[in-house]
């Protein structure tokens, strides 16, 4: 194996797939830079583009045949000028066109309003041009998924001294909602019921004292640095029935959660 390869170890229910991570050197926008490219063995036989920009990263992933693979960068506020370049990368990388895929998914949110605007509207743009269909994924969901745990309360945070909130059971490889997703404060996140839950997502990693104790011993484990990846979000949509995709681009939308993007003076 490459030096700078790792194998990573998977549960996804009862099927157990693997993962090799391998640094290349790739360009995007005319600057040098390391990418990275994730391939897991899965059983689906589907050809899936994803990205997501969500967040201050921006990725994209190719879903061939039970095969992904992902590059990753910190765009900060880039999204908009790396996203195309990285998608065209990937495709070369694997030798396709994008006329050859079957479908297209993207980060839906909730996260950055800049962000997902972004993203839904490169799927839009690239579906509308192609034919091709194309679904949004949860974020929450993409971050649940990275875990090995059957229950998972994923926290994000929304700033203004909140986080976008939901739960997820895995269910014969599929995961159930038990919390639905909402935007609160830490100390008034949704109830779980039972216990052996882990957390994960950026709200934990800022409001872990909060949220440890509004879950007390149901929160078995946090797991820290845990934020939407584009090659969940491919995995994801490779689950889906062919009737959840849109055939009519216009129809994919961001899913904000939050109506808006600051505080008043007077909420300060």
Not at 250 to 265: F, G
């Amino acid at each position: 194996m490459h030096a700078n390869s790792r194998t990573i170890g998977i549960v996804t229910g009862n099927n157990r797939y693997s993962a090799r991570r391998e640094r290349r050197s790739g360009i995007a926008s005319g600057i040098a830079q390391p990418h990275f490219i994730f391939r897991y063995d899965i059983s689906f036989t589907l050809k899936i583009l994803a990205f997501d920009t969500s967040t201050e990263y921006c990725s994209a992933a190719l879903f061939i045949d039970g095969e992904i693979s992902q590059t990753e960068t910190l765009a900060v506020r880039r999204h908009s000028e790396l996203l195309l370049p990285m998608v065209q990368a990937i495709l070369a990388d694997a030798g396709l066109r994008l006329g050859k895929i079957d479908g297209l998914a993207f980060g839906a949110g909730p996260g950055s309003f800049t962000g997902l605007r972004i993203a839904c509207g490169v799927a839009q743009g690239l579906a509308f041009a192609t034919g091709l269909p194309v679904i949004g994924i949860s974020t929450l969901e993409a971050v649940a998924q990275q875990e090995l745990h059957d229950n998972i309360v994923v926290a994000m945070d929304a700033r203004m001294g909140e986080i976008y909130h939901a739960a997820f059971v895995r269910e014969a490889d599929h995961w159930q909602v038990a919390s639905k997703p909402v935007l609160c404060q830490p100390q008034h996140a949704p109830g779980v019921s039972g216990s052996q839950w882990i957390g994960c997502g950026s709200g934990f990693d800022i409001y872990a004292n909060a949220l440890s104790e509004r879950y007390g011993q149901q929160l078995t484990h946090i797991q820290y640095g845990c934020y939407p990846h584009a090659r969940e979000i491919a995995a994801l949509a490779a689950t889906r029935d062919i009737s959840d995709f849109h055939a009519d681009p216009s129809l994919a939308a961001p899913i904000y959660i939050r109506n808006k993007v600051a505080l008043k003076e007077s909420e300060r």
